[in-house]
């Protein structure tokens, strides 16, 4: 970790830890109540955590945003919308001070999972650190999913955006299987956070937590899964990008290591499909391959794998793929995604309001 983050809370899950970084912000922002977070983020299931999850709250069977939750737009580097971090956090800052509160802390996944696999702007989180910090909040960096050398240029997902958050949280890949989570800040966030109240947590940090925790630290490091996962992840990208050619269904890839998605489109508006990917998530299932879907109208197929994946994985994924694409998709399930309509309230999104590309094909900003 970056020098300022010096102390490190052991808890048993990434839905704890963010629980527990949302109650040390709290504690170092007296008064200060209000929260924001991404669009389409997922910050865990208690019920703190879900308060701060969109993709929940927003989701079947949520309740809406809650009023102290401000939800800074999913920035789509596909079609050029939302890219200025700056604008749409002064916005979630402004937005709390019109309801009477103040921003104790910005959250935000380092890579965009649920929300579509989105790999942020380059300077999108200094943007929105730069005026968070002006505003007295206190961000965070929730590594649940990217974290550990998944990303495979950096060890770290913050890292792709030059920052350095004021906490970071852990979970998933840290124990390997093993529940285990940490929250790791800065001494002086620590500090305002020991004030009487102690904090324990019966399991967390554990001799047989600390062992697992070594030990997976160990793995990465002699089996050298950092660069095995940008080595793969890099051929994975490109055998992808090469579909695209011929199979304009698939509108955008993107990712960092092995932490990959692909946009479903409709190809003459590029319009997201969610019916092809379901279509395509459910044909692979039928042929033993596993990936899934997200993104703000579910059109994103993801491929997050075993950090053990390699080149022959890859090639087993592509060649389905292929074979799955080449009859086309058929017309029933592209008559589902003509009809339609990512403008209006969906059972996965409240907030976004879906812009079509313009008429000569250049992404606007």
Not at 76 to 101: E, P
Not at 186 to 208: I, V
């Amino acid at each position: 970790m970056p020098e300022p983050l010096q102390v490190m809370y052991a808890v048993c899950s990434g839905s704890e830890a963010n629980d527990l970084a949302l109650r040390v912000a709290r504690a170092n922002r007296p008064g200060a109540w209000h929260v924001a977070v991404m669009e389409g983020a997922y910050h865990g299931h208690t019920t703190a955590t879900l308060d701060l999850s969109p993709y929940k709250f927003d989701g079947p069977g949520g309740m809406g945003k809650p009023l102290h939750v401000h939800v800074l737009p999913c920035p789509d580097v596909f079609r050029g919308h939302n890219l200025d971090g700056r604008a749409a956090a002064q916005a979630a800052v402004d937005a709390a001070h019109k309801a009477g509160g103040r921003i104790c802390a910005f959250f935000c996944e380092s890579i965009l999972s649920c929300g579509g696999q989105v790999v942020l702007p380059a300077g999108y989180l200094q943007q929105v650190y730069d005026v968070m910090h002006q505003a007295g909040a206190v961000c965070i960096a929730d590594e649940v999913q990217c974290g550990f050398g998944r990303v495979g240029s950096h060890f770290w997902g913050f890292e792709l955006q030059s920052v350095v958050p004021d906490m970071v949280t852990l979970g998933k890949p840290i124990g390997n299987g093993f529940p285990m989570g940490a929250v790791v800040m800065t001494p002086k966030l620590a500090q305002g956070f020991s004030n009487g109240m102690e904090y324990f947590n019966t399991c967390g940090g554990c001799t047989g937590a600390a062992a697992a925790g070594v030990a997976v630290l160990e793995a990465i490091e002699e089996d050298q899964l950092q660069q095995h996962a940008h080595e793969v992840g890099t051929y994975l990208v490109q055998q992808l990008e090469g579909l695209q050619k011929d199979y304009p269904c698939i509108g955008h890839v993107r990712g960092m290591g092995l932490f990959v998605g692909f946009e479903l489109v409709l190809p003459e508006s590029q319009k997201p499909a969610p019916g092809t990917a379901k279509f395509v998530k459910e044909a692979m299932k039928a042929r033993r391959v596993l990936v899934s879907t997200d993104g703000h109208h579910n059109q994103v197929i993801k491929i997050k794998p075993p950090m053990c994946f390699d080149k022959s994985n890859v090639d087993t994924l592509i060649a389905n793929l292929i074979d799955l694409l080449k009859p086309g998709v058929p017309a029933a399930v592209q008559e589902v995604d003509r009809a339609y309509d990512p403008n209006k309230k969906s059972t996965r999104i409240q907030n976004t309001t879906w812009q079509a590309m313009p008429a000569n094909g250049v992404q606007g900003v």
